[in-house]
């Protein structure tokens, strides 16, 4: 089994930036990807950004320029670094991991909430 555990949620004011942090353990097969997503009160969990284990990337268009997902394969640490924050940005962000073998493992989720 795979353990995921986020951090780094937290208030912020618009304009500002977090930093999410999401760590895998336990008995972890070769990763293949790990992905943010998020979940908004009343809508959809949707994509926002991915890193493969080769480092390409992509991006949801709604925060392209804005959020950085970087991930540490050593550690199997992946990142979400979030610059320029705004109140829609307000969701519960969850991290999710692709084994090579196609199992995926979800987080628990962190609020990150974007208010004056």
């Known amino acids: 089994q795979v353990q995921l555990v986020e951090s780094g949620g937290g208030l912020v004011q618009p304009g500002g930036s977090l930093r999410l942090s999401c760590a895998a353990s336990?008995?972890?097969?070769?990763?293949?990807?790990m992905d943010w997503f998020r979940q908004a009160p009343g809508k959809e969990r949707e994509f926002v950004a991915r890193i493969t284990r080769a480092g390409s990337t992509n991006y949801a268009d709604f925060v392209k320029g804005r959020f950085t997902i970087s991930r540490d394969n050593a550690k199997n640490t992946v990142y979400l670094q979030m610059n320029s924050l705004k109140p829609e940005d307000t969701a519960v962000y969850y991290c999710k991991v692709t084994q090579s073998d196609a199992v995926v493992y979800w987080g628990q989720g962190t609020q990150v909430t974007v208010s004056s």
């Open positions: 336990g008995s972890i097969f070769s990763i293949y990807a």
